[in-house]
């Protein structure tokens, strides 16, 4: 094709979408749905904003009617919902079907024949005018009990073609069998037809799908008559690139169906084109605020599973285990924090994953390849410990040791109560068990702080007696009575960890210890003197343990 235009093309607004998750998505689940599944499934496309709805084939079988029947006669279709039937272009199944829409407000009839060099040579055994009959035909009779409905009950009713395996048929023809039935139907500009031209099997790259229907817009005669609509499958895993190149090359409208359900490796995963739209900006008009409960729908009633790696909806979406990819994400929700951005800037995460309710997932999992700073930011989102960034190295390596000893990524639960057992509950040599602070003046005015306590020494109680400028100054001069040497205070942090009447904090204690390593310690206490000095002798405790 020359002188094509779609690769300067940008998508700036959504197109007309029409779930196919009810007929082409049925079709192919080893278990087809249920009536009650069915109707779940539609209520929840009507709740995400489909504002058309294939469902069914209603004249291929007695299930298809009933189904088709019970949305219309239970009133489950809102009126601002079409719902789209499809048929082949066969005058026994479209009567058919014309009896199964009875008593529904908006249709859209949907009607096909294969057009491509294949199925002509092997399906059909029919040259080109032979293919043309036969969906002219069927246009034929669709428009005359289009017009005998809608002068008996006012329904309003509208057509869709599709040369099924358009992508397989010569583009010359597939217009001209387009163009005879928009002639056969009296499609006009008040009132276009849908064209569907469907990758039935996905065969060519992406750029060549937008190529054929960049080519097909700009040839056919009476564009402005004419909906085109995209059906791309997924048979080269490139469904989503197709439909967006196509959106690009001039389509209007596409059909899909849920994360990607269909026929051999799927239909385009209206999911996710939504969602990438979101990504850029364009509001989609569709709403997956709530995407694993439509999610936990999809799977029950299809009894399929959503791949972990699913874009948006799987479970590890929104997952990093690596360690650089785990820091940046965590600087990143620090700078969003920090500078009040109005804009979504974190690196490695395309979307906020808040703006599809998984606020509360852990955005960062662990295993043994995880960073420095992953399980610090595991406790923040989940218990609110904001731990100093000196300290994410040492237990990053403890729990990069357990992972490895586990042998599996880390839960959360797993990284709490590891942190837990190491810091908060560790018990060593050394034990406070009574403490006192006594201000004193000089006669120059100085302030000291006097400590008076007891601590356990390997259970034996000792008195012990410090002064020094401040509370851990004096406390760290009367750890000197019981053999503590050599240790230096280096940082301090604290914050509180809940509210009210009963709130505790938190204090982080590093010190540098007598081998020139350095060690951290934690104290929790709804005092926040006495949680500094839990926090100082957990670090001698650890140091001593881990240096044995």
Known sequence: MKNREWPDKVITKAPVWCSVDLRDGNQALITPMQLDEKILMFKTLVDIGFKEIEVGFPSASDTEYEILRTLIEEDHIPDDVTIQVLVQARPELIK??????????????????????????VVFKKEMDGIIDIAVEGAKLIRQLTEEEVARSGMNIRYEYSPESFTGTEMNF?????????ETMGSTKENPIILNLPSTVEMCTPNTYADQIEYFCKTM???????????????????VAAAEL????????????LFGNGERTGNLDIVTVALNMFTQGVDPELDFSNILEIKKVYEAVTKMRVPERQPYAGELAFTAFSGSHQDAIKKGYDYMK????????????PINPADLKREYEPIIRINSQSGKGGAAFVLEQAIGY???????????????????RYGDELSEIQIIELFQKEYVEFEGHYKLIQHKFVEEHDADGT??????GVVSVDGNKKEVLGVGNGPIDSFFQALTMVGINGYEFVNYSEHAISRGSDAKAICYIELKVPNNGHVFGVGVHSNINIASLLGVLCAINRSIAHHK
Request: charged residues 25%; glycine residues 6%.
């Open 96 to 121: 058919k079907t014309f009896e199964a829409v009875r008593g529904a407000k908006n249709v859209i009839i949907h009607f096909y024949n294969s057009t491509s060099t294949l199925q002509r040579k």
């Open 174 to 182: 597939a217009i001209e069998i387009c163009e005879k039935v928009m």
């Open 221 to 239: 005669k009476n564009r402005e008559a004419a909906i085109i609509s995209l059906h791309p499958h997924n048979d080269r895993g490139t469904g």
């Open 246 to 257: 196509a959106l690009m090359a001039g389509a209007d409208r596409i059909e899909g169906t």
């Open 338 to 349: 920090a500078s009040e951005t109005i804009y979504w800037e974190v690196p490695y995460l």
């Open 386 to 404: 904001d731990l100093p960034k000196a300290m994410h190295p040492e237990f990053g390596d403890i729990v990069k040791a357990e992972a490895d």
């Open 447 to 452: 302030v000291h702080t006097r400590f008076e």
